[in-house]
Every structure is written in structure tokens, then in C-alpha cells.
């Protein structure tokens, strides 16, 4: 399956809403984690706090009604880019590190660690290779 552009912009455009929410908060660091959720019936992305209280969600046409048998397999890659893009924006954000970015599905449970941020290293994929060490 391939990407197309209007599917980046909506990803983008709902991680910078996330950014955009965080970025508003003037007191003490909070701790949580995001959690992204994708509906492949409905084409929705959601994305939730540690408490799954929603921060924002939108709908990426290409999704809606998808039939592949491995959705979520084919949309890790898409998101972990997206993010990773997005990475100085996430290490000035106002939330304790370590924290990540962890795609879930209907139940809550955990399909994949998508991004991970602590002082000294990046996690971005379930691979142990994917490492990466900042200083």
C-alpha cells in the first residue's frame, strides 16, 4: 500500500494539534504517554493521554473502510515517520521524559511502541538495532 500525501498532511496536521495542546500547558512537566488509536472501519485516528481522556482526533480518507489484513502493520512505518519528524517539537514539549508514543487498538492494548523519548536515546521501532543515542 502506498502513502499518499493527503494521509501525511492529516497525521501531521493531528500530531501538531497534540503538539499544539501540550505546548499550552505553563505549569510543572505532566507525565504521561500518547496513545494513537486508528479505526480502520471508520478512518479514524484518535489520540488519547495516559488517562485516555481524547486530545484530538481526525479521519484519513485513505483508511475508511480499509480491507488490508495487515492495517496496522502497514500504518506503523507511516506514523513512526510522521513522528520522527517531528522530533524537536517533542523534545520541547512540557511532559516528563521518558515518554512515548504507543499505538493501541480497540481495546486498549498495545499494538506497537511507536516512539520513545528519554535524556539520551531514541526508541523508534520494536527493533533493538533501531536504537539511537543522542547527546
Not at 7 to 34: G, H
Request: with cysteine; charged share 30%.
Amino acid at each position: 500500500m502506498s502513502v499518499t500525501s493527503p494521509t501525511i498532511q492529516q497525521i501531521e496536521r493531528a500530531l501538531n494539534k497534540v503538539a499544539a495542546k501540550f505546548s499550552m500547558i505553563k505549569t510543572d512537566p505532566v507525565l504521561t504517554d500518547i496513545h494513537l488509536q486508528i479505526k480502520p472501519e471508520s478512518g479514524e485516528l484518535l489520540v488519547y493521554n495516559d488517562d485516555f481522556d481524547e486530545i484530538t482526533r481526525c479521519v484519513v480518507e485513505e483508511w475508511i473502510d480499509s480491507k488490508d489484513e495487515n492495517f496496522y502493520e502497514t500504518n506503523v512505518p507511516v506514523l513512526r515517520k510522521c513522528i520522527q519528524g517531528m522530533q524537536e517539537v517533542w523534545e520541547k514539549l512540557p511532559i516528563l521524559k521518558p515518554f512515548s508514543f504507543v499505538l493501541i487498538d480497540e481495546d486498549q492494548d498495545v499494538v506497537s511502541d511507536l516512539y520513545l523519548v528519554d535524556d539520551c536515546l531514541l526508541y523508534t521501532s520494536d527493533a533493538a538495532d533501531d536504537l539511537t543515542r543522542v547527546d
